[in-house]
């Protein structure tokens, strides 16, 4: 099949075309129109063209269905060498990519680039899992006999992924799918389809074969129509929890394994022995990186009386400091909010909580009347809580800090847990006890002890507990468990040797 790819990295004042990957092809959609905007400056298009239609939504399932066999059954040189010049494509172009991030979701340049280069490391480290073992093999209680168990890979998978990290979560679901065999239909966030298309440009540009992945840039139902589709084996899904429990729903009907990474209120606990420069330090990185819209991002602290007036003064003087603007000038360390809408919604949740009782607003909270006012941006928002507040529940994804005090350390932990979500927390201190406490009893699948509640290694389990996650943890040998299915062998020979 003829693969013509999207036109070269696209600098500021460029204007991409949006096309998507059906079958191993490059069309041009078949649905309504989608225009792709810079946050910090909205009247700038970064890539414009047509969403995907229904029409090519079923034909990018039919060329995963009918990829499949051929690619489950390539032995794992071949899966992982195509796996592994897509990382080094990845890396080639990560200045360039990286620089196309900033513009397109509007994290800054330096969590741009470093955001194509993590998805090179998780290529990387997918593209080597064929030469780790695959099964396991149990002893018989009768003789002769052994039992294995095989890891199969389970057919074409439905990857949904959401704006904020446009080029890393993509490449932590599609990487081991490919790599256990399986082929992709993937819908990314409509948000941002440039970063979404140099992915599968990477990979076509590694090899890989036509149909194994198709991209679909569409809305809300198409993703619907992808995951219900009778083509498809199994869901992978990161976004909202509301979204995702709709999700869960539907498969649940279907009888359709799903995989979720959902909301998160991520909590910092600061004892009363930290080292409180390098609390400030993480908690700032935690709340602001990528303008606090990350499902790890801490937007609760828990600060123990002891240390809390010194460490609010020092963490609001720090949130006061941090110089907001254009993500692609280097100085900047935070820029803006994926759209305007997202900003006004953010906004319209803290002016609401700053007239009740009990909350105090310590940085931020009002959007800028400056030249920034036309851009998606917000300041570091710092807000002091006394008691319970919607701001301490409701996951505002955004550069929004909520701060409530504790009587002790062990109250101060028991706060962390005050949340329906259990995605990551962080706890800084040195005190053995309170670290023992901690492992034992903050309900998260992510626990940090001195650095900040944000943050993933390709080679770990991610993925979080209570309202946070659905199904099997994401990325390291913990991805095997979704993206392949097990049969137990019992393994004879029918009689002996000689015959
Ligand atoms: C990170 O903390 O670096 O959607 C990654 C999210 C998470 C990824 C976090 N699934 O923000």
């Not at 040189?77 to 080639?92: H, K, Q, S, T, Y």
């Not at 809305?219 to 909202?240: D, K, M, N, Q, Y």
């Not at 009386?305 to 003087?317: K, S």
Request: overall charge negative; charged content about 20%.
């Amino acid at each position: 099949m003829t693969v013509s790819a999207p036109e070269q990295a696209s600098g500021a004042g460029t204007v991409a075309t949006i096309r998507h990957l059906v079958a191993g092809s490059w069309t041009d959609g078949d649905g309504g129109e989608l225009v792709d905007t810079n946050p910090a400056r909205p009247s700038e298009v970064v890539a414009r063209g047509k969403l995907a239609g229904t029409e090519e939504l079923d034909a990018a399932v039919q060329g995963a269905v009918a990829a499949f066999p051929g690619w489950a059954a390539t032995p794992f040189p071949g899966r992982g060498e195509i796996l592994a010049r897509a990382a080094a494509v990845l890396d080639a172009n990560a200045p360039a990519w990286g620089a196309e991030l900033a513009r397109e979701e509007g994290k800054t340049l330096a969590e741009g680039v470093g955001e194509v280069r993590r998805a090179a490391e998780i290529f990387r480290f997918f593209a080597t899992e064929g030469l780790r073992p695959i099964g396991e093999v149990y002893a018989s209680p009768r003789p002769g006999e052994q039992i294995q168990l095989v890891h199969r890979p389970v057919g074409p998978v439905a990857v949904i992924t959401p704006f904020n990290f446009p080029i890393a979560i993509p490449a932590w679901k599609i990487a081991p799918a490919l790599a256990y065999g399986n082929t992709v239909v993937w819908k990314p966030a409509s948000s941002v389809p440039l970063l979404a298309m140099r992915l599968a440009e990477a990979l076509v540009e590694a090899g890989l074969p036509g149909g194994v992945l198709s991209l679909v840039i569409g809305e809300g139902a198409i993703g619907g129509r992808l995951v219900e589709h009778p083509g498809i084996s199994r869901v992978t899904f990161t976004g909202s929890t509301g979204v995702g429990r709709r999700l869960i729903e539907r498969c649940g009907a279907l009888g359709r394994p799903i995989q979720t990474e959902m909301g998160g209120k991520n909590a910092a606990a600061v004892l009363g022995d930290a080292d409180l420069e390098l609390a400030v330090d993480q908690v700032i990185a935690g709340a602001f990186r990528s303008t606090g819209q990350k499902c790890t991002a801490t937007s609760r602290v828990v600060v123990t009386d002891a240390v809390a007036d010194e460490f609010v003064a020092r963490l609001t003087a720090r949130a006061d400091a941090l110089a907001v603007g254009d993500p692609t000038d280097a100085a900047v360390q935070m820029g803006p909010l994926v759209s305007g809408a997202a900003r006004d919604g953010v906004l319209a949740a803290v002016a609401g909580a700053t007239g009740r009782a009990g909350v105090r607003l310590l940085a931020g909270g009002t959007a800028y009347t400056d030249e920034r006012a036309d851009g998606a941006f917000l300041p570091p928002t710092v807000v002091e809580l006394a008691g319970d507040d919607p701001l301490w529940r409701e996951e505002l994804f955004g550069p929004v800090l909520a701060v409530r005090r504790a009587a002790t350390d062990r109250e101060a932990l028991e706060l962390v847990n005050d949340s329906v979500f259990g995605l990551s927390a962080a706890v800084f201190t040195d005190n053995l006890q309170a670290v023992m406490t901690a492992m034992e009893t903050v309900d998260v699948g992510i626990l940090h002890i001195n650095s900040e509640t944000a943050g993933a290694d390709p080679h770990v389990p991610f993925g979080g507990s209570k309202e946070s996650g659905f199904g099997p943890k994401e990325q390291g040998r913990a991805a095997r468990e979704f993206f392949t299915t097990t049969t137990t062998v019992y393994l004879k020979a029918s009689g002996p040797l000689e015959r």
